[in-house]
């Protein structure tokens, strides 16, 4: 079975998240915008399965999820680890930050999703050839 990206069922959900977004969202997503982040396009409240990122960068295959306070509660963190492993099972990369850190260090939040759109590519270059022995 394909991985389901935006399924029709979750566009009026999507669309809700997308027009009331949290302040920390909003914050990140002036960065993210119009290919701004290395030159790659990201989307808003984008659906992988049945669940709903925040951001995707489709090409570099990554997630972004900005936790709030209602993330802290220890269900609400299961809940979250499952997720987060049912997307990663999909080979979807997938980063996280609170909304602290996106007030508080927006330009270490930049550089971190900066290093894991690099990584996308360092990983996927071949490794050099080895020395030949004369």
């Known amino acids: 079975m394909g991985l389901t990206y935006n399924r ?3 566009k009026l959900r999507r669309r809700k998240l997308r027009n009331h977004p949290t302040r920390a969202e909003q914050v990140l997503w ?3 915008k119009g290919h701004q982040m290395s ?3 990201f989307r808003r ?3 992988v399965e049945r669940y709903i990122v925040d951001f995707y960068c489709p090409k570099a295959r990554l997630a972004i ?3 709030g306070a209602s993330h802290e509660s220890p269900g609400a963190m ?3 680890q499952m997720r987060q492993a049912e997307i990663e099972a999909h080979g979807i990369r997938f980063l996280r930050f609170t ?3 996106v007030f508080g260090g927006a330009e270490d ?3 971190r999703i900066a290093e894991a759109i690099k990584s996308v590519y360092a990983d996927s270059q071949p490794p050099p050839p080895s020395p030949s022995s004369t």
Do not use: I, M, T
């Open 109 to 111: 939040v930049l550089r």
């Open 39 to 41: 030159g790659f396009k």
């Open 65 to 67: 999820e900005v936790d």
């Open 45 to 47: 409240q984008f659906s």
């Open 99 to 101: 909304d602290d850190e």
């Open 30 to 32: 002036l960065s993210l």
């Open 8 to 10: 029709v069922s979750q």
């Open 78 to 80: 299961a809940y979250d």
